[in-house]
């Protein structure tokens, strides 16, 4: 997973709700698009090749999310927000 949502909400303890987007190991999902951003084996901690699925985009209770394995560049999170843009038909 891949949270999303605003740090400002991630940080109040009481907003129990994390907005997040899911990521795939399967090879299949390559196909989705644009809304389908592939992430290589290693970054940000990945131990296979993933694909951030934004056309799934979803909430998760903050106590589904135990643990962090690590941060995406500035450049895979640009990639994201605009898989997300996409997906949500977003200017």
């Known amino acids: 997973m ?4 605003n740090n400002g909400f ?3 303890e009481a ?8 990521l795939s190991t399967s090879p299949m999902q ?4 644009p809304t389908a951003i592939l992430l290589p084996k290693g ?13 799934q985009v979803t909430t998760l209770d903050r106590a589904k999310l135990v643990a962090r394995i690590g941060e995406l ?14 997906a949500l038909a977003l200017p």
Do not use: F
């Not at 970054?43 to 056309?55: D, F, K, N, P, T």
């Open 2 to 5: 891949i949270v999303v949502s």
């Open 10 to 12: 991630n940080k109040v």
């Open 15 to 22: 907003w129990r709700s994390i907005i997040v987007v899911p």
């Open 30 to 33: 390559r196909r989705r698009g």
């Open 43 to 55: 970054m940000a901690g990945l131990r296979q090749e993933s694909i951030v699925l934004c056309h």
């Open 73 to 86: 560049p500035l450049a895979s999170l640009q990639r994201v927000d605009e898989g997300l843009r996409t």
